[in-house]
């Protein structure tokens, strides 16, 4: 059974870093495009960033550009978020998923999600 599980979220306060962790079995995070998103209370789910099967390209989000890394490691099969100068609009829940080659569309699989809380 293909599973993502997410990690390290938490509270931190503005202007400071946290690094999420996306553990997958099954599929490798080498041979698919994988994504980022989150959803905060009371809105829809959005993209935040991808990394490309394919020279490992990456994508991100207008709002989380120049802040937001996305990598992986292929011997751990692990995705990773790395966020630095975290605002309070980045409070949210956020997930990794599988994605449709070259789009920011979820092949329908995703984690349990990690909370993330930016305090002001």
């Known amino acids: ?11 931190v306060q503005a202007g400071e870093s946290l690094r999420l962790s996306c553990a997958a079995s099954v599929r490798s995070v ?9 959803q905060a209370p009371g809105k829809e789910r959005e993209f935040v960033a991808a990394i ?12 989380v550009k120049d802040r937001f890394t996305i990598s992986r490691d292929h011997a751990k099969n692990t995705v990773y978020l790395q966020m630095n100068n975290l605002k309070s ?7 990794c998923t599988f994605l449709w080659p070259e789009t920011t569309r979820s092949l329908g699989t995703w984690g349990q999600g990690t909370q ?3 305090s002001s």
């Open 1 to 11: 059974q293909v599973q993502l599980v997410e990690s390290g979220g938490g509270l």
């Open 116 to 118: 993330v809380t930016v």
């Open 52 to 63: 490309r099967r394919s020279g490992g390209s990456s994508a991100y989000a207008d709002s």
């Open 30 to 38: 080498t041979t698919y495009d994988m994504g980022w998103f989150r």
């Open 89 to 95: 609009e980045d409070t949210a829940v956020y997930y």
